[in-house]
């Protein structure tokens, strides 16, 4: 058991022992209970809803448990938090037909993440952790690689395991069957920020590397300019989001946990523009339907645009050929 699964046991009261109770834990990072309150808890009471808090496509901006940062090592978390096996029956829950329907900007976003990994590694054994609907492990199937997934949703992973030829494990990477060694490529677009105990997923995920095998991972850049100027603000203060990362948190947790650091590199989305429409609809849906609609009639709405504000990033770091 992890030492935050370990805290989640100790802080839950006797009177109330159900999953959904929130739980306090120490830094993900270094073990820390010394913390300053980034921003307060605007969550409450509510009951989550998977397929509002807990999709790929969620819009629900702002709907955050209390975060803080740890006085030790910077690392931003929330805290208390939702515990761990709420968390997973939560994503087990989640449907998200948004995401198919803008599946074909996650495609050309996905080759352009396919091919950062490439730079490093073009065959062998790939894993894909979040995989959801299997579009990653899709592509990189195409390009010659052997691929399997972990994915908790369970409408996710039987949509991904009909689409590959490679096993989808449905549910959380502590519970996939991770043989040592098992793989060339292990990756984790967009879902390390989602772990209850990041660091713990890191070890095994290192064990299940081959001795230069490539770990390839994106998330929020909580240290980012456009994460500082929006302030409490910043789009990405979500349910669903745990831990926090900036470039130095994410790297030193990686380093602490064996792994060497071969490129860190801003990420770019791409998206079509109705999609990127509707994002304005959390703050002013008035707003968002008027971009829509013009975009409609100019017949712009299914294109494509690359997407960056500098707040999401992308880690290739490698297993030395010693471990």
């Known amino acids: 058991m992890s030492n935050n699964h370990k805290a ?5 009261t006797a009177q109330d022992k159900r999953p959904s109770a929130q739980v306090a834990v120490r830094c993900p990072l270094c073990g820390a209970d010394d913390y300053r309150v980034k921003i307060e808890d605007t969550f409450g009471t509510r009951v989550a809803d998977p397929r509002v808090h807990y999709t790929c496509t969620s819009s629900a901006f702002g709907e955050h448990g209390r975060i803080v940062e740890c006085r030790s090592c910077q690392l931003v978390y929330m805290n208390p938090r939702p515990h761990h096996e709420a968390v997973v029956e939560n994503y087990g829950d989640v449907e998200d037909q948004e995401y ?3 599946e074909q900007g996650r495609i050309e976003t996905f080759s352009e993440s396919l091919a950062q990994v490439q730079k490093f590694r073009r065959s062998g054994h790939l894993l ?9 492990l899709t592509l990189a199937q ?5 691929v399997a997934g972990v994915e908790p949703s369970r409408w996710g992973a039987e949509i991904a395991n009909s689409r ?8 959380a990477i502590e519970d996939a069957p991770l043989p040592d060694g098992g793989y060339d490529v292990i990756t984790l677009w967009d879902v390390i920020e989602h772990l209850p105990d990041p660091a713990l997923d890191i070890r095994a995920i290192h064990s299940a590397l081959r001795p230069g095998g490539i770990f390839a991972i994106s998330t929020m850049d909580v240290e980012s300019i456009f994460a500082k100027l929006f302030g409490r603000r910043w ?5 669903m989001h745990l831990v926090y990362f900036s470039r130095q948190t994410l790297c030193e947790m990686l380093r602490r946990e064996g792994f060497e650091i071969a490129e860190v590199s801003t990420h770019v989305r791409r998206v079509r523009l109705t999609y990127l429409a509707s994002r304005f609809d959390a703050y002013s849906p008035t707003v968002g339907h008027a971009i829509n609609s013009v975009l409609e009639k100019v017949g712009l709405a299914e294109r494509t645009v690359g997407v960056s504000f500098g707040d999401i990033f992308t880690v290739i770091a490698r297993k030395p050929e010693s471990a």
């Open 235 to 239: 789009p990405w203060y979500m349910q």
């Open 142 to 146: 195409d390009a010659g690689f052997d």
């Open 100 to 102: 198919i329907e803008e």
């Open 128 to 136: 894909d952790v979040g995989c959801h609907v299997g579009t990653f």
């Open 8 to 12: 989640e046991t100790q802080d839950t």
């Open 164 to 171: 590959i030829n490679g096993n989808v494990h449905c549910g």
